[in-house]
Nanobody, 119 residues
Framework: QVELVESGGGLVQAGGSLRLSCAAS????????MGWFRQAPGKEREFVAR????????YYDDSVKGRFTMSRDNAKNTVFLQMNSLKPEDTAVYYC????????????WGQGTQVTVSS
């Protein structure tokens, strides 16, 4: 399995921006589709965004569409989540995930990075 490490989280005011990174090791991510998920306190983990193996397709939850952008740099074995116009309800631990190919369950997960948006 691929090992994933997230970074870039922090404290930001509402309306601000953060860029999360997810660095992969162990295997090249060029054969993996990647996803971002988040879990707020007292809530279940939820889908945020995913990007296809080729990088040509991205999908977003309605709650972040138009504000978040996911991208990948296979040469650097890294995926990114650019988060703009952040809202307090975006506060959560953000997790990066990987799955081989474009279908199936995400099998590899990072340890998460905390994002806190103050009002």
């Amino acid at each position: 399995q691929v090992e994933l490490v997230e970074s870039g989280g922090g404290l930001v005011q509402a309306g601000g921006s953060l860029r999360l990174s997810c660095a992969a090791s162990g295997r090249t991510v060029s054969r993996y589709s990647m996803g971002w998920f988040r879990q707020a306190p007292g809530k279940e983990r939820e889908f945020v965004a995913r990007i296809s193996v080729s990088g040509s397709s991205t999908y977003y939850d309605d709650s972040v569409k138009g504000r978040f952008t996911m991208s990948r740099d296979n040469a650097k074995n890294t995926v990114f989540l650019q988060m703009n116009s952040l809202k307090p309800e975006d506060t959560a631990v953000y997790y990066c995930a990987a799955r081989l190919g474009d279908l199936g369950n995400f099998a590899s997960w990072g340890q998460g990075t905390q994002v806190t948006v103050s009002s």
